[in-house]
């Protein structure tokens, strides 16, 4: 009997399974608040200016300048001193700066360590090392999380992000800083991608796409609460090392009421540790049933048996043993689609023997064939659809990142814009899985980056006030908030087409390769806001170049609405042209 098959029979919903989806799906929104409040804790648009030479006023010191026709007082250079007169000279700031919004306790990292003016550029850095960390840890929590199991990996992650985030608090010297931000960024894939990956493996293909969709809900919650959470602690330091104390009083909850996934110790041939558990769910539901759930595993069972969630979420996906072919989850049919890492290889048929020794069953796998990310360049298909996968994920990952970056260097007050930008991501779960169901894959996902595009192109060139001196600020946020829902819709929609497109034997090479090089944008995505100081307009104007490149470039992909996933090689590189039709 295979694991769903199992859970049919078990249920889904006893208060042992709800216990252990609440809290993997809290360790997601703990390791969202520490992933996107870099947006705030990092903030590139604090307001400073040079602190005057004394006996001298900010107002004497400070000249202005022009910035999109209006003049402003410039925030790195002040008129020089010498033998104590003033001077018309303009020089660099002489005497440090001043930041206005200390006065009322708020600080963040730019004003601890004066990364402002030309040191501004290692703010950036410092937020892209924080990216470039969540590179790295997808790959190497994703690989822990296959040899060691989901829960300690999870476990582990949950607890060093307490105490690297709360180190991150009492940090003063910026090298350091760097090194504890990149560490943060490796750990943190342990609570969302493991802990996402955790939650859907609990539920059957009919039911898989419900619970992905609440665990994204838990990850939306997450990302609201940031503004909420900086606005009662203005003072950065207490703000990190609050968010990362808060972790911890759900480790003795990980500890005494979560449980290892089933599907990854049946793979393991861990059986005995399952059917404990199995046990305890049915007890917990007063479910009957005669003898073991598990009761062997032979050799024409293997295939069932070892059905694992690395082969049904494009996190990890695997095939079934023994040539069976497999059947991945994908959002809009019957589930979600997730990025993850790539282990760089792929068995396309696994011959399984089985070995008993000493009552305990072990499952031997002799791969016949793999596959690497160099196959999915040797065919012209594949090299198309490889190529458009990858720079969707890089465009709509510069977009989404980067607009929670910008969201503080809009017009009004930055907590409240970010938090409506994250508020807008809740609608947009429920509108895609409608969306696609009416007009497919191609089409929506065309008319997201497009909108994109234009909306991106309206933020960067509206100004703050016009001419008769109307203020435009709530017209700005509120095409932010929408620009922000069709950059997240897009976002969804290109999980989905990535798993797609992709081969069975290819697809975990295929789409966590896609994911790495989506990472890269999120790395890159401050270098670009930065460009707001060069001109204002810069960084969305850029959003909407890659946005309207990404939009004609879906035209190419073929349209796999109610078409089977492509298995093999050869169905891979044979998936051309388009169906019409709704799911």
């Given at each position: 009997?295979?694991?769903?098959?199992?859970?049919?029979?078990?249920?889904?919903?006893?208060?042992?399974?709800?216990?252990?989806?609440?809290?993997?799906?809290?360790?997601?929104?703990?390791?969202?608040?520490?992933?996107?409040?870099?947006?705030?804790?990092?903030?590139?648009?604090?307001?400073?200016?040079?602190?005057?030479?004394?006996?001298?006023?900010?107002?004497?010191?400070?000249?202005?300048?022009?910035?999109?026709?209006?003049?402003?007082?410039?925030?790195?250079?002040?008129?020089?001193?010498?033998?104590?007169?003033?001077?018309?000279?303009?020089?660099?700031?002489?005497?440090?700066?001043?930041?206005?919004?200390?006065?009322?306790?708020?600080?963040?990292?730019?004003?601890?360590?004066?990364?402002?003016?030309?040191?501004?550029?290692?703010?950036?850095?410092?937020?892209?090392?924080?990216?470039?960390?969540?590179?790295?840890?997808?790959?190497?929590?994703?690989?822990?999380?296959?040899?060691?199991?989901?829960?300690?990996?999870?476990?582990?992650?949950?607890?060093?992000?307490?105490?690297?985030?709360?180190?991150?608090?009492?940090?003063?010297?910026?090298?350091?800083?760097?090194?504890?931000?990149?560490?943060?960024?490796?750990?943190?894939?342990?609570?969302?991608?493991?802990?996402?990956?955790?939650?859907?493996?609990?539920?059957?293909?009919?039911?898989?796409?419900v619970g992905s969709m609440t665990n994204h809900y838990f990850a939306t919650f997450g990302l609201v609460m940031v503004a909420?959470?900086?606005?009662?602690?203005?003072?950065?330091?207490?703000?990190?090392?609050?968010?990362?104390?808060?972790?911890?009083?759900?480790?003795?909850?990980?500890?005494?009421?979560?449980?290892?996934?089933?599907?990854?110790?049946?793979?393991?041939?861990?059986?005995?540790?399952?059917?404990?558990?199995?046990?305890?769910?049915?007890?917990?539901?007063?479910?009957?049933?005669?003898?073991?759930?598990?009761?062997?595993?032979?050799?024409?069972?293997?295939?069932?048996?070892?059905?694992?969630?690395?082969?049904?979420?494009?996190?990890?996906?695997?095939?079934?043993?023994?040539?069976?072919?497999?059947?991945?989850?994908?959002?809009?049919?019957?589930?979600?689609?997730?990025?993850?890492?790539?282990?760089?290889?792929?068995?396309?048929?696994?011959?399984?023997?089985?070995?008993?020794?000493?009552?305990?069953?072990?499952?031997?796998?002799?791969?016949?064939?793999?596959?690497?990310?160099?196959?999915?360049?040797?065919?012209r298909a594949l090299i198309k659809h490889t190529t458009i996968v990858y720079y969707m994920w890089f465009s709509v990952c510069?977009?989404?990142?980067?607009?929670?970056?910008?969201?503080?260097?809009?017009?009004?007050?930055?907590?409240?814009?970010?938090?409506?930008?994250?508020?807008?991501?809740?609608?947009?779960?429920?509108?895609?899985?409608?969306?696609?169901?009416?007009?497919?894959?191609?089409?929506?996902?065309?008319?997201?980056?497009?909108?994109?595009?234009?909306?991106?192109?309206?933020?960067?060139?509206?100004?703050?006030?016009?001419?008769?001196?109307?203020?435009?600020?709530?017209?700005?946020?509120?095409?932010?908030?929408?620009?922000?829902?069709?950059?997240?819709?897009?976002?969804?929609?290109?999980?989905?087409?990535?798993?797609?497109?992709?081969?069975?034997?290819?697809?975990?090479?295929?789409?966590?390769?896609?994911?790495?090089?989506?990472?890269?944008?999120?790395?890159?995505?401050?270098?670009?806001?930065?460009?707001?100081?060069?001109?204002?307009?810069?960084?969305?104007?850029?959003?909407?170049?890659?946005?309207?490149?990404?939009?004609?470039?879906?035209?190419?992909?073929?349209?796999?609405?109610?078409?089977?996933?492509?298995?093999?090689?050869?169905?891979?590189?044979?998936?051309?042209?388009?169906?019409?039709?709704?799911?």
């Amino acid at each position: 009997m295979d694991v769903d098959s199992i859970l049919e029979v078990v249920g889904l919903y006893s208060r042992v399974q709800v216990h252990n989806f609440v809290i993997f799906s809290l360790s997601v929104s703990l390791g969202i608040i520490q992933l996107t409040s870099v947006a705030i804790t990092i903030d590139q648009s604090v307001e400073h200016y040079c602190k005057p030479s004394p006996g001298f006023t900010a107002n004497q010191t400070t000249p202005f300048v022009d910035k999109n026709g209006r003049q402003v007082p410039d925030s790195c250079h002040m008129f020089d001193v010498r033998n104590g007169s003033l001077t018309e000279n303009i020089t660099n700031c002489q005497n440090g700066w001043v930041y206005p919004g200390a006065d009322h306790g708020e600080t963040n990292v730019l004003t601890d360590l004066d990364l402002v003016c030309d040191r501004s550029i290692l703010a950036s850095t410092l937020m892209s090392l924080h990216f470039a960390g969540t590179l790295v840890g997808a790959y190497v929590t994703g690989q822990a999380a296959d040899i060691f199991g989901r829960r300690p990996v999870a476990v582990s992650c949950l607890a060093l992000t307490s105490i690297i985030g709360a180190a991150i608090s009492f940090t003063w010297n910026l090298e350091l800083m760097m090194a504890l931000r990149f560490l943060l960024g490796i750990v943190l894939p342990g609570n969302t991608i493991i802990g996402y990956n955790r939650c859907v493996e609990m539920f059957t293909p009919k039911t898989r796409l419900v619970g992905s969709m609440t665990n994204h809900y838990f990850a939306t919650f997450g990302l609201v609460m940031v503004a909420p959470i900086a606005v009662l602690l203005p003072n950065w330091r207490h703000f990190q090392l609050a968010v990362s104390l808060g972790c911890l009083p759900l480790l003795p909850l990980h500890w005494f009421f979560s449980y290892e996934a089933l599907r990854w110790l049946v793979q393991k041939g861990r059986l005995d540790e399952a059917e404990d558990i199995l046990q305890k769910i049915a007890k917990s539901k007063n479910v009957k049933h005669e003898g073991r759930f598990l009761l062997h595993v032979s050799k024409d069972d293997v295939p069932l048996a070892l059905r694992s969630p690395d082969e049904e979420t494009p996190d990890n996906v695997s095939e079934q043993v023994n040539g069976n072919e497999s059947a991945p989850f994908v959002s809009g049919q019957e589930g979600k689609t997730q990025n993850g890492p790539t282990t760089g290889l792929w068995r396309e048929k696994v011959t399984s023997d089985v070995e008993d020794k000493g009552g305990k069953r072990t499952v031997l796998e002799k791969p016949d064939r793999r596959y690497n990310i160099l196959d999915l360049f040797k065919t012209r298909a594949l090299i198309k659809h490889t190529t458009i996968v990858y720079y969707m994920w890089f465009s709509v990952c510069i977009m989404y990142f980067g607009l929670l970056v910008y969201a503080t260097s809009l017009t009004g007050n930055k907590y409240l814009n970010f938090f409506l930008l994250a508020l807008v991501e809740a609608p947009v779960y429920c509108h895609d899985y409608f969306v696609v169901r009416r007009f497919g894959r191609r089409r929506p996902i065309a008319f997201f980056f497009l909108a994109s595009a234009v909306l991106c192109i309206l933020i960067g060139f509206l100004p703050e006030k016009t001419a008769d001196g109307t203020d435009l600020t709530v017209l700005i946020v509120v095409v932010a908030m929408i620009g922000k829902f069709y950059v997240n819709a897009a976002y969804e929609l290109t999980m989905l087409v990535g798993a797609e497109v992709f081969p069975t034997v290819l697809r975990n090479v295929g789409q966590g390769s896609a994911v790495t090089v989506g990472r890269v944008g999120s790395i890159v995505a401050p270098f670009i806001i930065y460009l707001k100081d060069v001109a204002s307009f810069l960084p969305m104007t850029m959003f909407a170049s890659l946005s309207l490149v990404a939009c004609l470039s879906v035209l190419l992909l073929p349209e796999t609405t109610n078409r089977p996933l492509p298995e093999t090689y050869e169905d891979g590189s044979k998936l051309t042209g388009s169906t019409k039709g709704s799911l």
